[in-house]
């Protein structure tokens, strides 16, 4: 089992700034497609962004494009999500998740495109 370990949640006011990291330790992720998705209280996971292998492709959801940031580095197995700019409707779960698959530019957004996945982490917003 592919564990994926996310940090970095935690509250913050809004206009303010949190830096989530997902890491596989032990495992060698350089080649995986990467994803970020939320979950708030009574709604649908839902897709946040993602990052292909070598960090040259992105995709966000139009709600977070302009305040947030996907990068990666392989050296380290290591992807991130800088938030800037967070507002109370980003209020949720944050959840990690990453996939080898070769069909993934097909369906980035969809998480049936990802194998492995993260515990969460919180991000509480307050107005």
């Known amino acids: 089992q592919v564990q994926l370990d996310e940090s970095g949640g935690g509250l913050v006011q809004a206009g303010g700034s949190l830096r989530l990291s997902c890491a596989a330790p032990g495992r060698t992720f350089s080649s995986a497609k990467m994803g970020w998705f939320r979950q708030a209280p009574g709604k649908e996971r839902e897709f946040v962004t993602a990052?292909?292998?070598?960090?040259?492709?992105?995709y966000y959801a139009d709600s977070v494009k302009g305040r947030f940031t996907i990068s990666r580095d392989n050296a380290t197995n290591t992807v991130y999500l800088q938030m800037d700019s967070l507002k109370p409707e980003d209020t949720a779960v944050y959840y990690c998740?990453?996939?080898?698959?070769?069909?993934?530019?097909?369906?980035?957004?969809?998480?049936?495109?990802?194998?492995?996945w993260g515990q969460g982490t919180q991000v509480t917003v307050s107005s």
């Open positions: 998740a990453a996939t080898m698959s070769p069909r993934w530019a097909l369906g980035a957004r969809s998480e049936a495109y990802y194998d492995y």
């Open positions: 990052i292909n292998w070598s960090g040259t492709i992105t």
